[in-house]
């Protein structure tokens, strides 16, 4: 077993593959990852039973069957390595075992997520992968788990290669058998869309969400250029959703909008058992949630701004258009949309909105209401912090 380790450890550094038919588990994350994740809410303060709580309520309050199917332990779920160097689960914190709790799960009809690192600890100091991969993939695997997010603290000290690092954890969960969706938490820092496409099923594109608006907007600005990359089976992911935890209504509405726009991984971070309806309505919204998992599997594109308005479009399967405008400032903005001045050929599509000889039907997703159709043009107003978004819907 040392000499395994020894081994494993070795191929991060030089970047050796210990396999040489490793790869992904292409059929998983075909359209963006959805799902909740301890982390925003509970921090390192979770155990047994929250997770049971949080996988009872959302098999029963509509989460499950809005398409939010993982339930994520991130960091602290951890107790030392055994003398073989096998990871075990706190056993105070989890007293039946993470096996019985993927059980539970999956009689639910949810899957199990779990946390690990990429070095030496994990950011809060539990034990990490590094030198480890093989066998903690094999305890996932034994576990019954069906996601493993890999974070990216304690490498730098062993200069960690993060595309190699990365590739042996997707070889060590391949070598198991079990399809298990790796999500890679790098923070961008190693330009992860140029090279893991075929590695991760998703990967972060910035640091750490904040619970704040600003936050939001920021991790928004850095997705300019990043669309080319991503597409079914490989998202970049700009991070967690913070709906729900504190900003308001508009912003949460925003937020969460923004995501769909740029078919992020939808990975809940707030308390699910206990959510006021604003909430529950904006998350589980299935017709903006739909523009997410849209099969065409392209990202929205920023094609312009005016004032605190920013113009979004994403490209549809079936021929259609999602419309999404931002209002990034404070108070609520009026616009008259003229749709042909807002025309589009997107490259990576290979599609026009085509205004001047196409009419679309908009159909607002927020007050779920039909408004005409893009023949003339729109007056509307954008309450400050939120957005309008709209399906256009071509007409035969």
Known sequence: MKHLLEIAALSVLLCLPLRTEAQKFEELGKTPAM?????????????????KNVIDAMSTNGLRDAGYVYVNLDDCWHDQRDSLGFIHADPVKFKSGIKSLSDYAHLKNMKLGIYTCA????CAGRPGSLGHEYQDALQYAKWGIDYVKEDWCYTHDDHVSAKCAYMVMRDAIYSTGRPMYLSLCEWGSNKPW????????????????????????DIIDLQDSLRKYAGPGHWNDPDMLEVGNGMSENEDR????????????????NDVCHMCKATADIIMNKEVIALDQDTLGIEGLKIGKEGNLEFWFKPLANGDWAFCILNRGMDAAKYTIDWKKLDLNDDLSKRSTDFDKSVYAIRNLWTKKNEGTTKKEKEVVVPGHDVLVYRLIMKK
Request: proline share 2%; net charge negative.
């Open 35 to 51: 799902g909740w994740n301890s982390w925003n809410k509970y921090a390192c303060d979770i155990n047994e039973d929250l997770i």
């Open 119 to 122: 070095g030496t600890k994990t």
């Open 194 to 217: 140029e090279w893991a496409k075929d590695v991760g099923h998703s990967w972060r594109t910035t640091g750490d969400i904040e619970n704040s608006f600003k936050s939001v907007l």
């Open 254 to 269: 925003a937020h969460f909008s923004m995501w769909c726009m740029l078919a992020a991984p939808l990975i809940l971070g």
